[in-house]
């Protein structure tokens, strides 16, 4: 419960995106750098979700009128002194999965999974959680967008092209959206924590619009990037995953109950993982 398993495909999706443009480039792969960075992004994952319910427990945000899944450590149901060792045993799994990446690719990964895992800790975690501050957004769409692709692309050529950077961008709308509905979903119990999302500058209704945007973002920017960067028109497969978001859209627009908003939260992640899925298809056709 306290990995939030419905999170997970914006850990998995930028790594097969990346990879899969590695390979369209060069025709092979490397196969330990692949399950290593998958591993990596994963436990990085897991490890942000068990911080955030730490962090919130402690700091009194998770409370029992939340509309969102039960959260282990508010509720009593695992300690935190629990909780906190999971959390730390989780990003140890990345860093060992950095440390084989750093062999293969140069330290300069090392560099990068620290970032990364410090991004998770200080989301609600720290003296000043970036998101309690309105900046969560920002930092996913970095870190699960722009950085986890482009990482994932060097560890295999060790360098940077134009293809991964592009396709980083719609991965990145499209996890930024996985949290938009979270909070959006929380805002009510959030502005009466203090925590002040960027779903609650905004508003409801504007968060909504925020969140209709990053998905059809996502889906145009997808054949403009590919043109721009020369990109094999199979990727355009990407594509055929937008009638996944129509069951989400109609949630986020026009409910405010736990159940229709964590059933959005869900679709998200899967439509999430269908563009991410079939993108590279795409890619691996046209290697």
């Given at each position: 419960?306290?990995?939030?398993?419905?999170?997970?495909?914006?850990?998995?999706?930028?790594?097969?995106?990346?990879?899969?443009?590695?390979?369209?480039?060069?025709?092979?792969?490397?196969?330990?750098?692949?399950?290593?960075?998958?591993?990596?992004?994963?436990?990085?994952?897991?490890?942000?979700?068990?911080?955030?319910?730490?962090?919130?427990?402690?700091?009194?945000?998770?409370?029992?009128?939340?509309?969102?899944?039960?959260?282990?450590?508010?509720?009593?149901?695992?300690?935190?002194?629990?909780?906190?060792?999971?959390?730390?045993?989780?990003?140890?799994?990345?860093?060992?999965?950095?440390?084989?990446?750093?062999?293969?690719?140069?330290?300069?990964?090392?560099?990068?999974?620290?970032?990364?895992?410090?991004?998770?800790?200080?989301?609600?975690?720290?003296?000043?959680?970036?998101?309690?501050?309105?900046?969560?957004?920002?930092?996913?769409?970095?870190?699960?967008?722009?950085?986890?692709?482009?990482?994932?692309?060097?560890?295999?050529?060790?360098?940077?092209?134009?293809?991964?950077?592009?396709?980083?961008?719609?991965?990145?709308?499209?996890?930024t959206a996985v949290l938009v509905v979270n909070n959006v979903r929380d805002i009510d119990?959030?502005?009466?924590?203090?925590?002040?999302?960027?779903?609650?500058?905004?508003?409801?209704?504007?968060?909504?619009?925020?969140?209709?945007?990053?998905?059809?973002?996502?889906?145009?920017?997808?054949?403009?990037?590919?043109?721009?960067?020369?990109?094999?028109?199979?990727?355009?497969?990407?594509?055929?995953?937008?009638?996944?978001?129509?069951?989400?859209?109609?949630?986020?627009?026009?409910?405010?109950?736990?159940?229709?908003?964590?059933?959005?939260?869900?679709?998200?992640?899967?439509?999430?993982?269908?563009?991410?899925?079939?993108?590279?298809?795409?890619?691996?056709?046209?290697?």
């Amino acid at each position: 419960m306290a990995a939030r398993p419905r999170t997970l495909p914006a850990a998995i999706a930028p790594v097969l995106v990346g990879t899969s443009a590695a390979v369209e480039a060069v025709d092979d792969v490397r196969w330990g750098a692949f399950v290593a960075a998958l591993v990596g992004s994963i436990f990085i994952q897991i490890g942000t979700n068990l911080a955030n319910d730490y962090s919130d427990a402690k700091r009194g945000a998770d409370t029992s009128d939340r509309l969102g899944p039960v959260r282990v450590t508010s509720t009593g149901l695992v300690a935190p002194r629990r909780v906190l060792y999971a959390t730390w045993l989780a990003f140890g799994v990345a860093i060992v999965a950095g440390i084989y990446l750093a062999t293969v690719a140069g330290w300069v990964i090392l560099a990068v999974g620290a970032a990364s895992i410090a991004a998770g800790v200080l989301y609600t975690g720290g003296p000043r959680p970036y998101g309690y501050a309105g900046l969560g957004e920002l930092f996913v769409f970095l870190f699960f967008g722009l950085v986890a692709v482009n990482g994932s692309y060097y560890v295999q050529l060790e360098q940077l092209d134009w293809l991964p950077f592009l396709l980083s961008v719609s991965v990145g709308l499209l996890s930024t959206a996985v949290l938009v509905v979270n909070n959006v979903r929380d805002i009510d119990t959030d502005r009466r924590a203090g925590k002040r999302t960027l779903a609650v500058r905004l508003g409801r209704e504007r968060t909504r619009r925020l969140y209709v945007n990053l998905l059809a973002g996502a889906f145009v920017l997808l054949p403009i990037g590919l043109l721009v960067a020369d990109g094999p028109a199979w990727a355009l497969l990407g594509l055929a995953a937008a009638p996944a978001a129509v069951r989400p859209i109609r949630a986020v627009t026009s409910r405010t109950d736990g159940p229709a908003l964590n059933g959005a939260l869900a679709g998200t992640g899967a439509l999430l993982g269908a563009f991410s899925l079939l993108l590279s298809a795409g890619l691996l056709i046209a290697a």
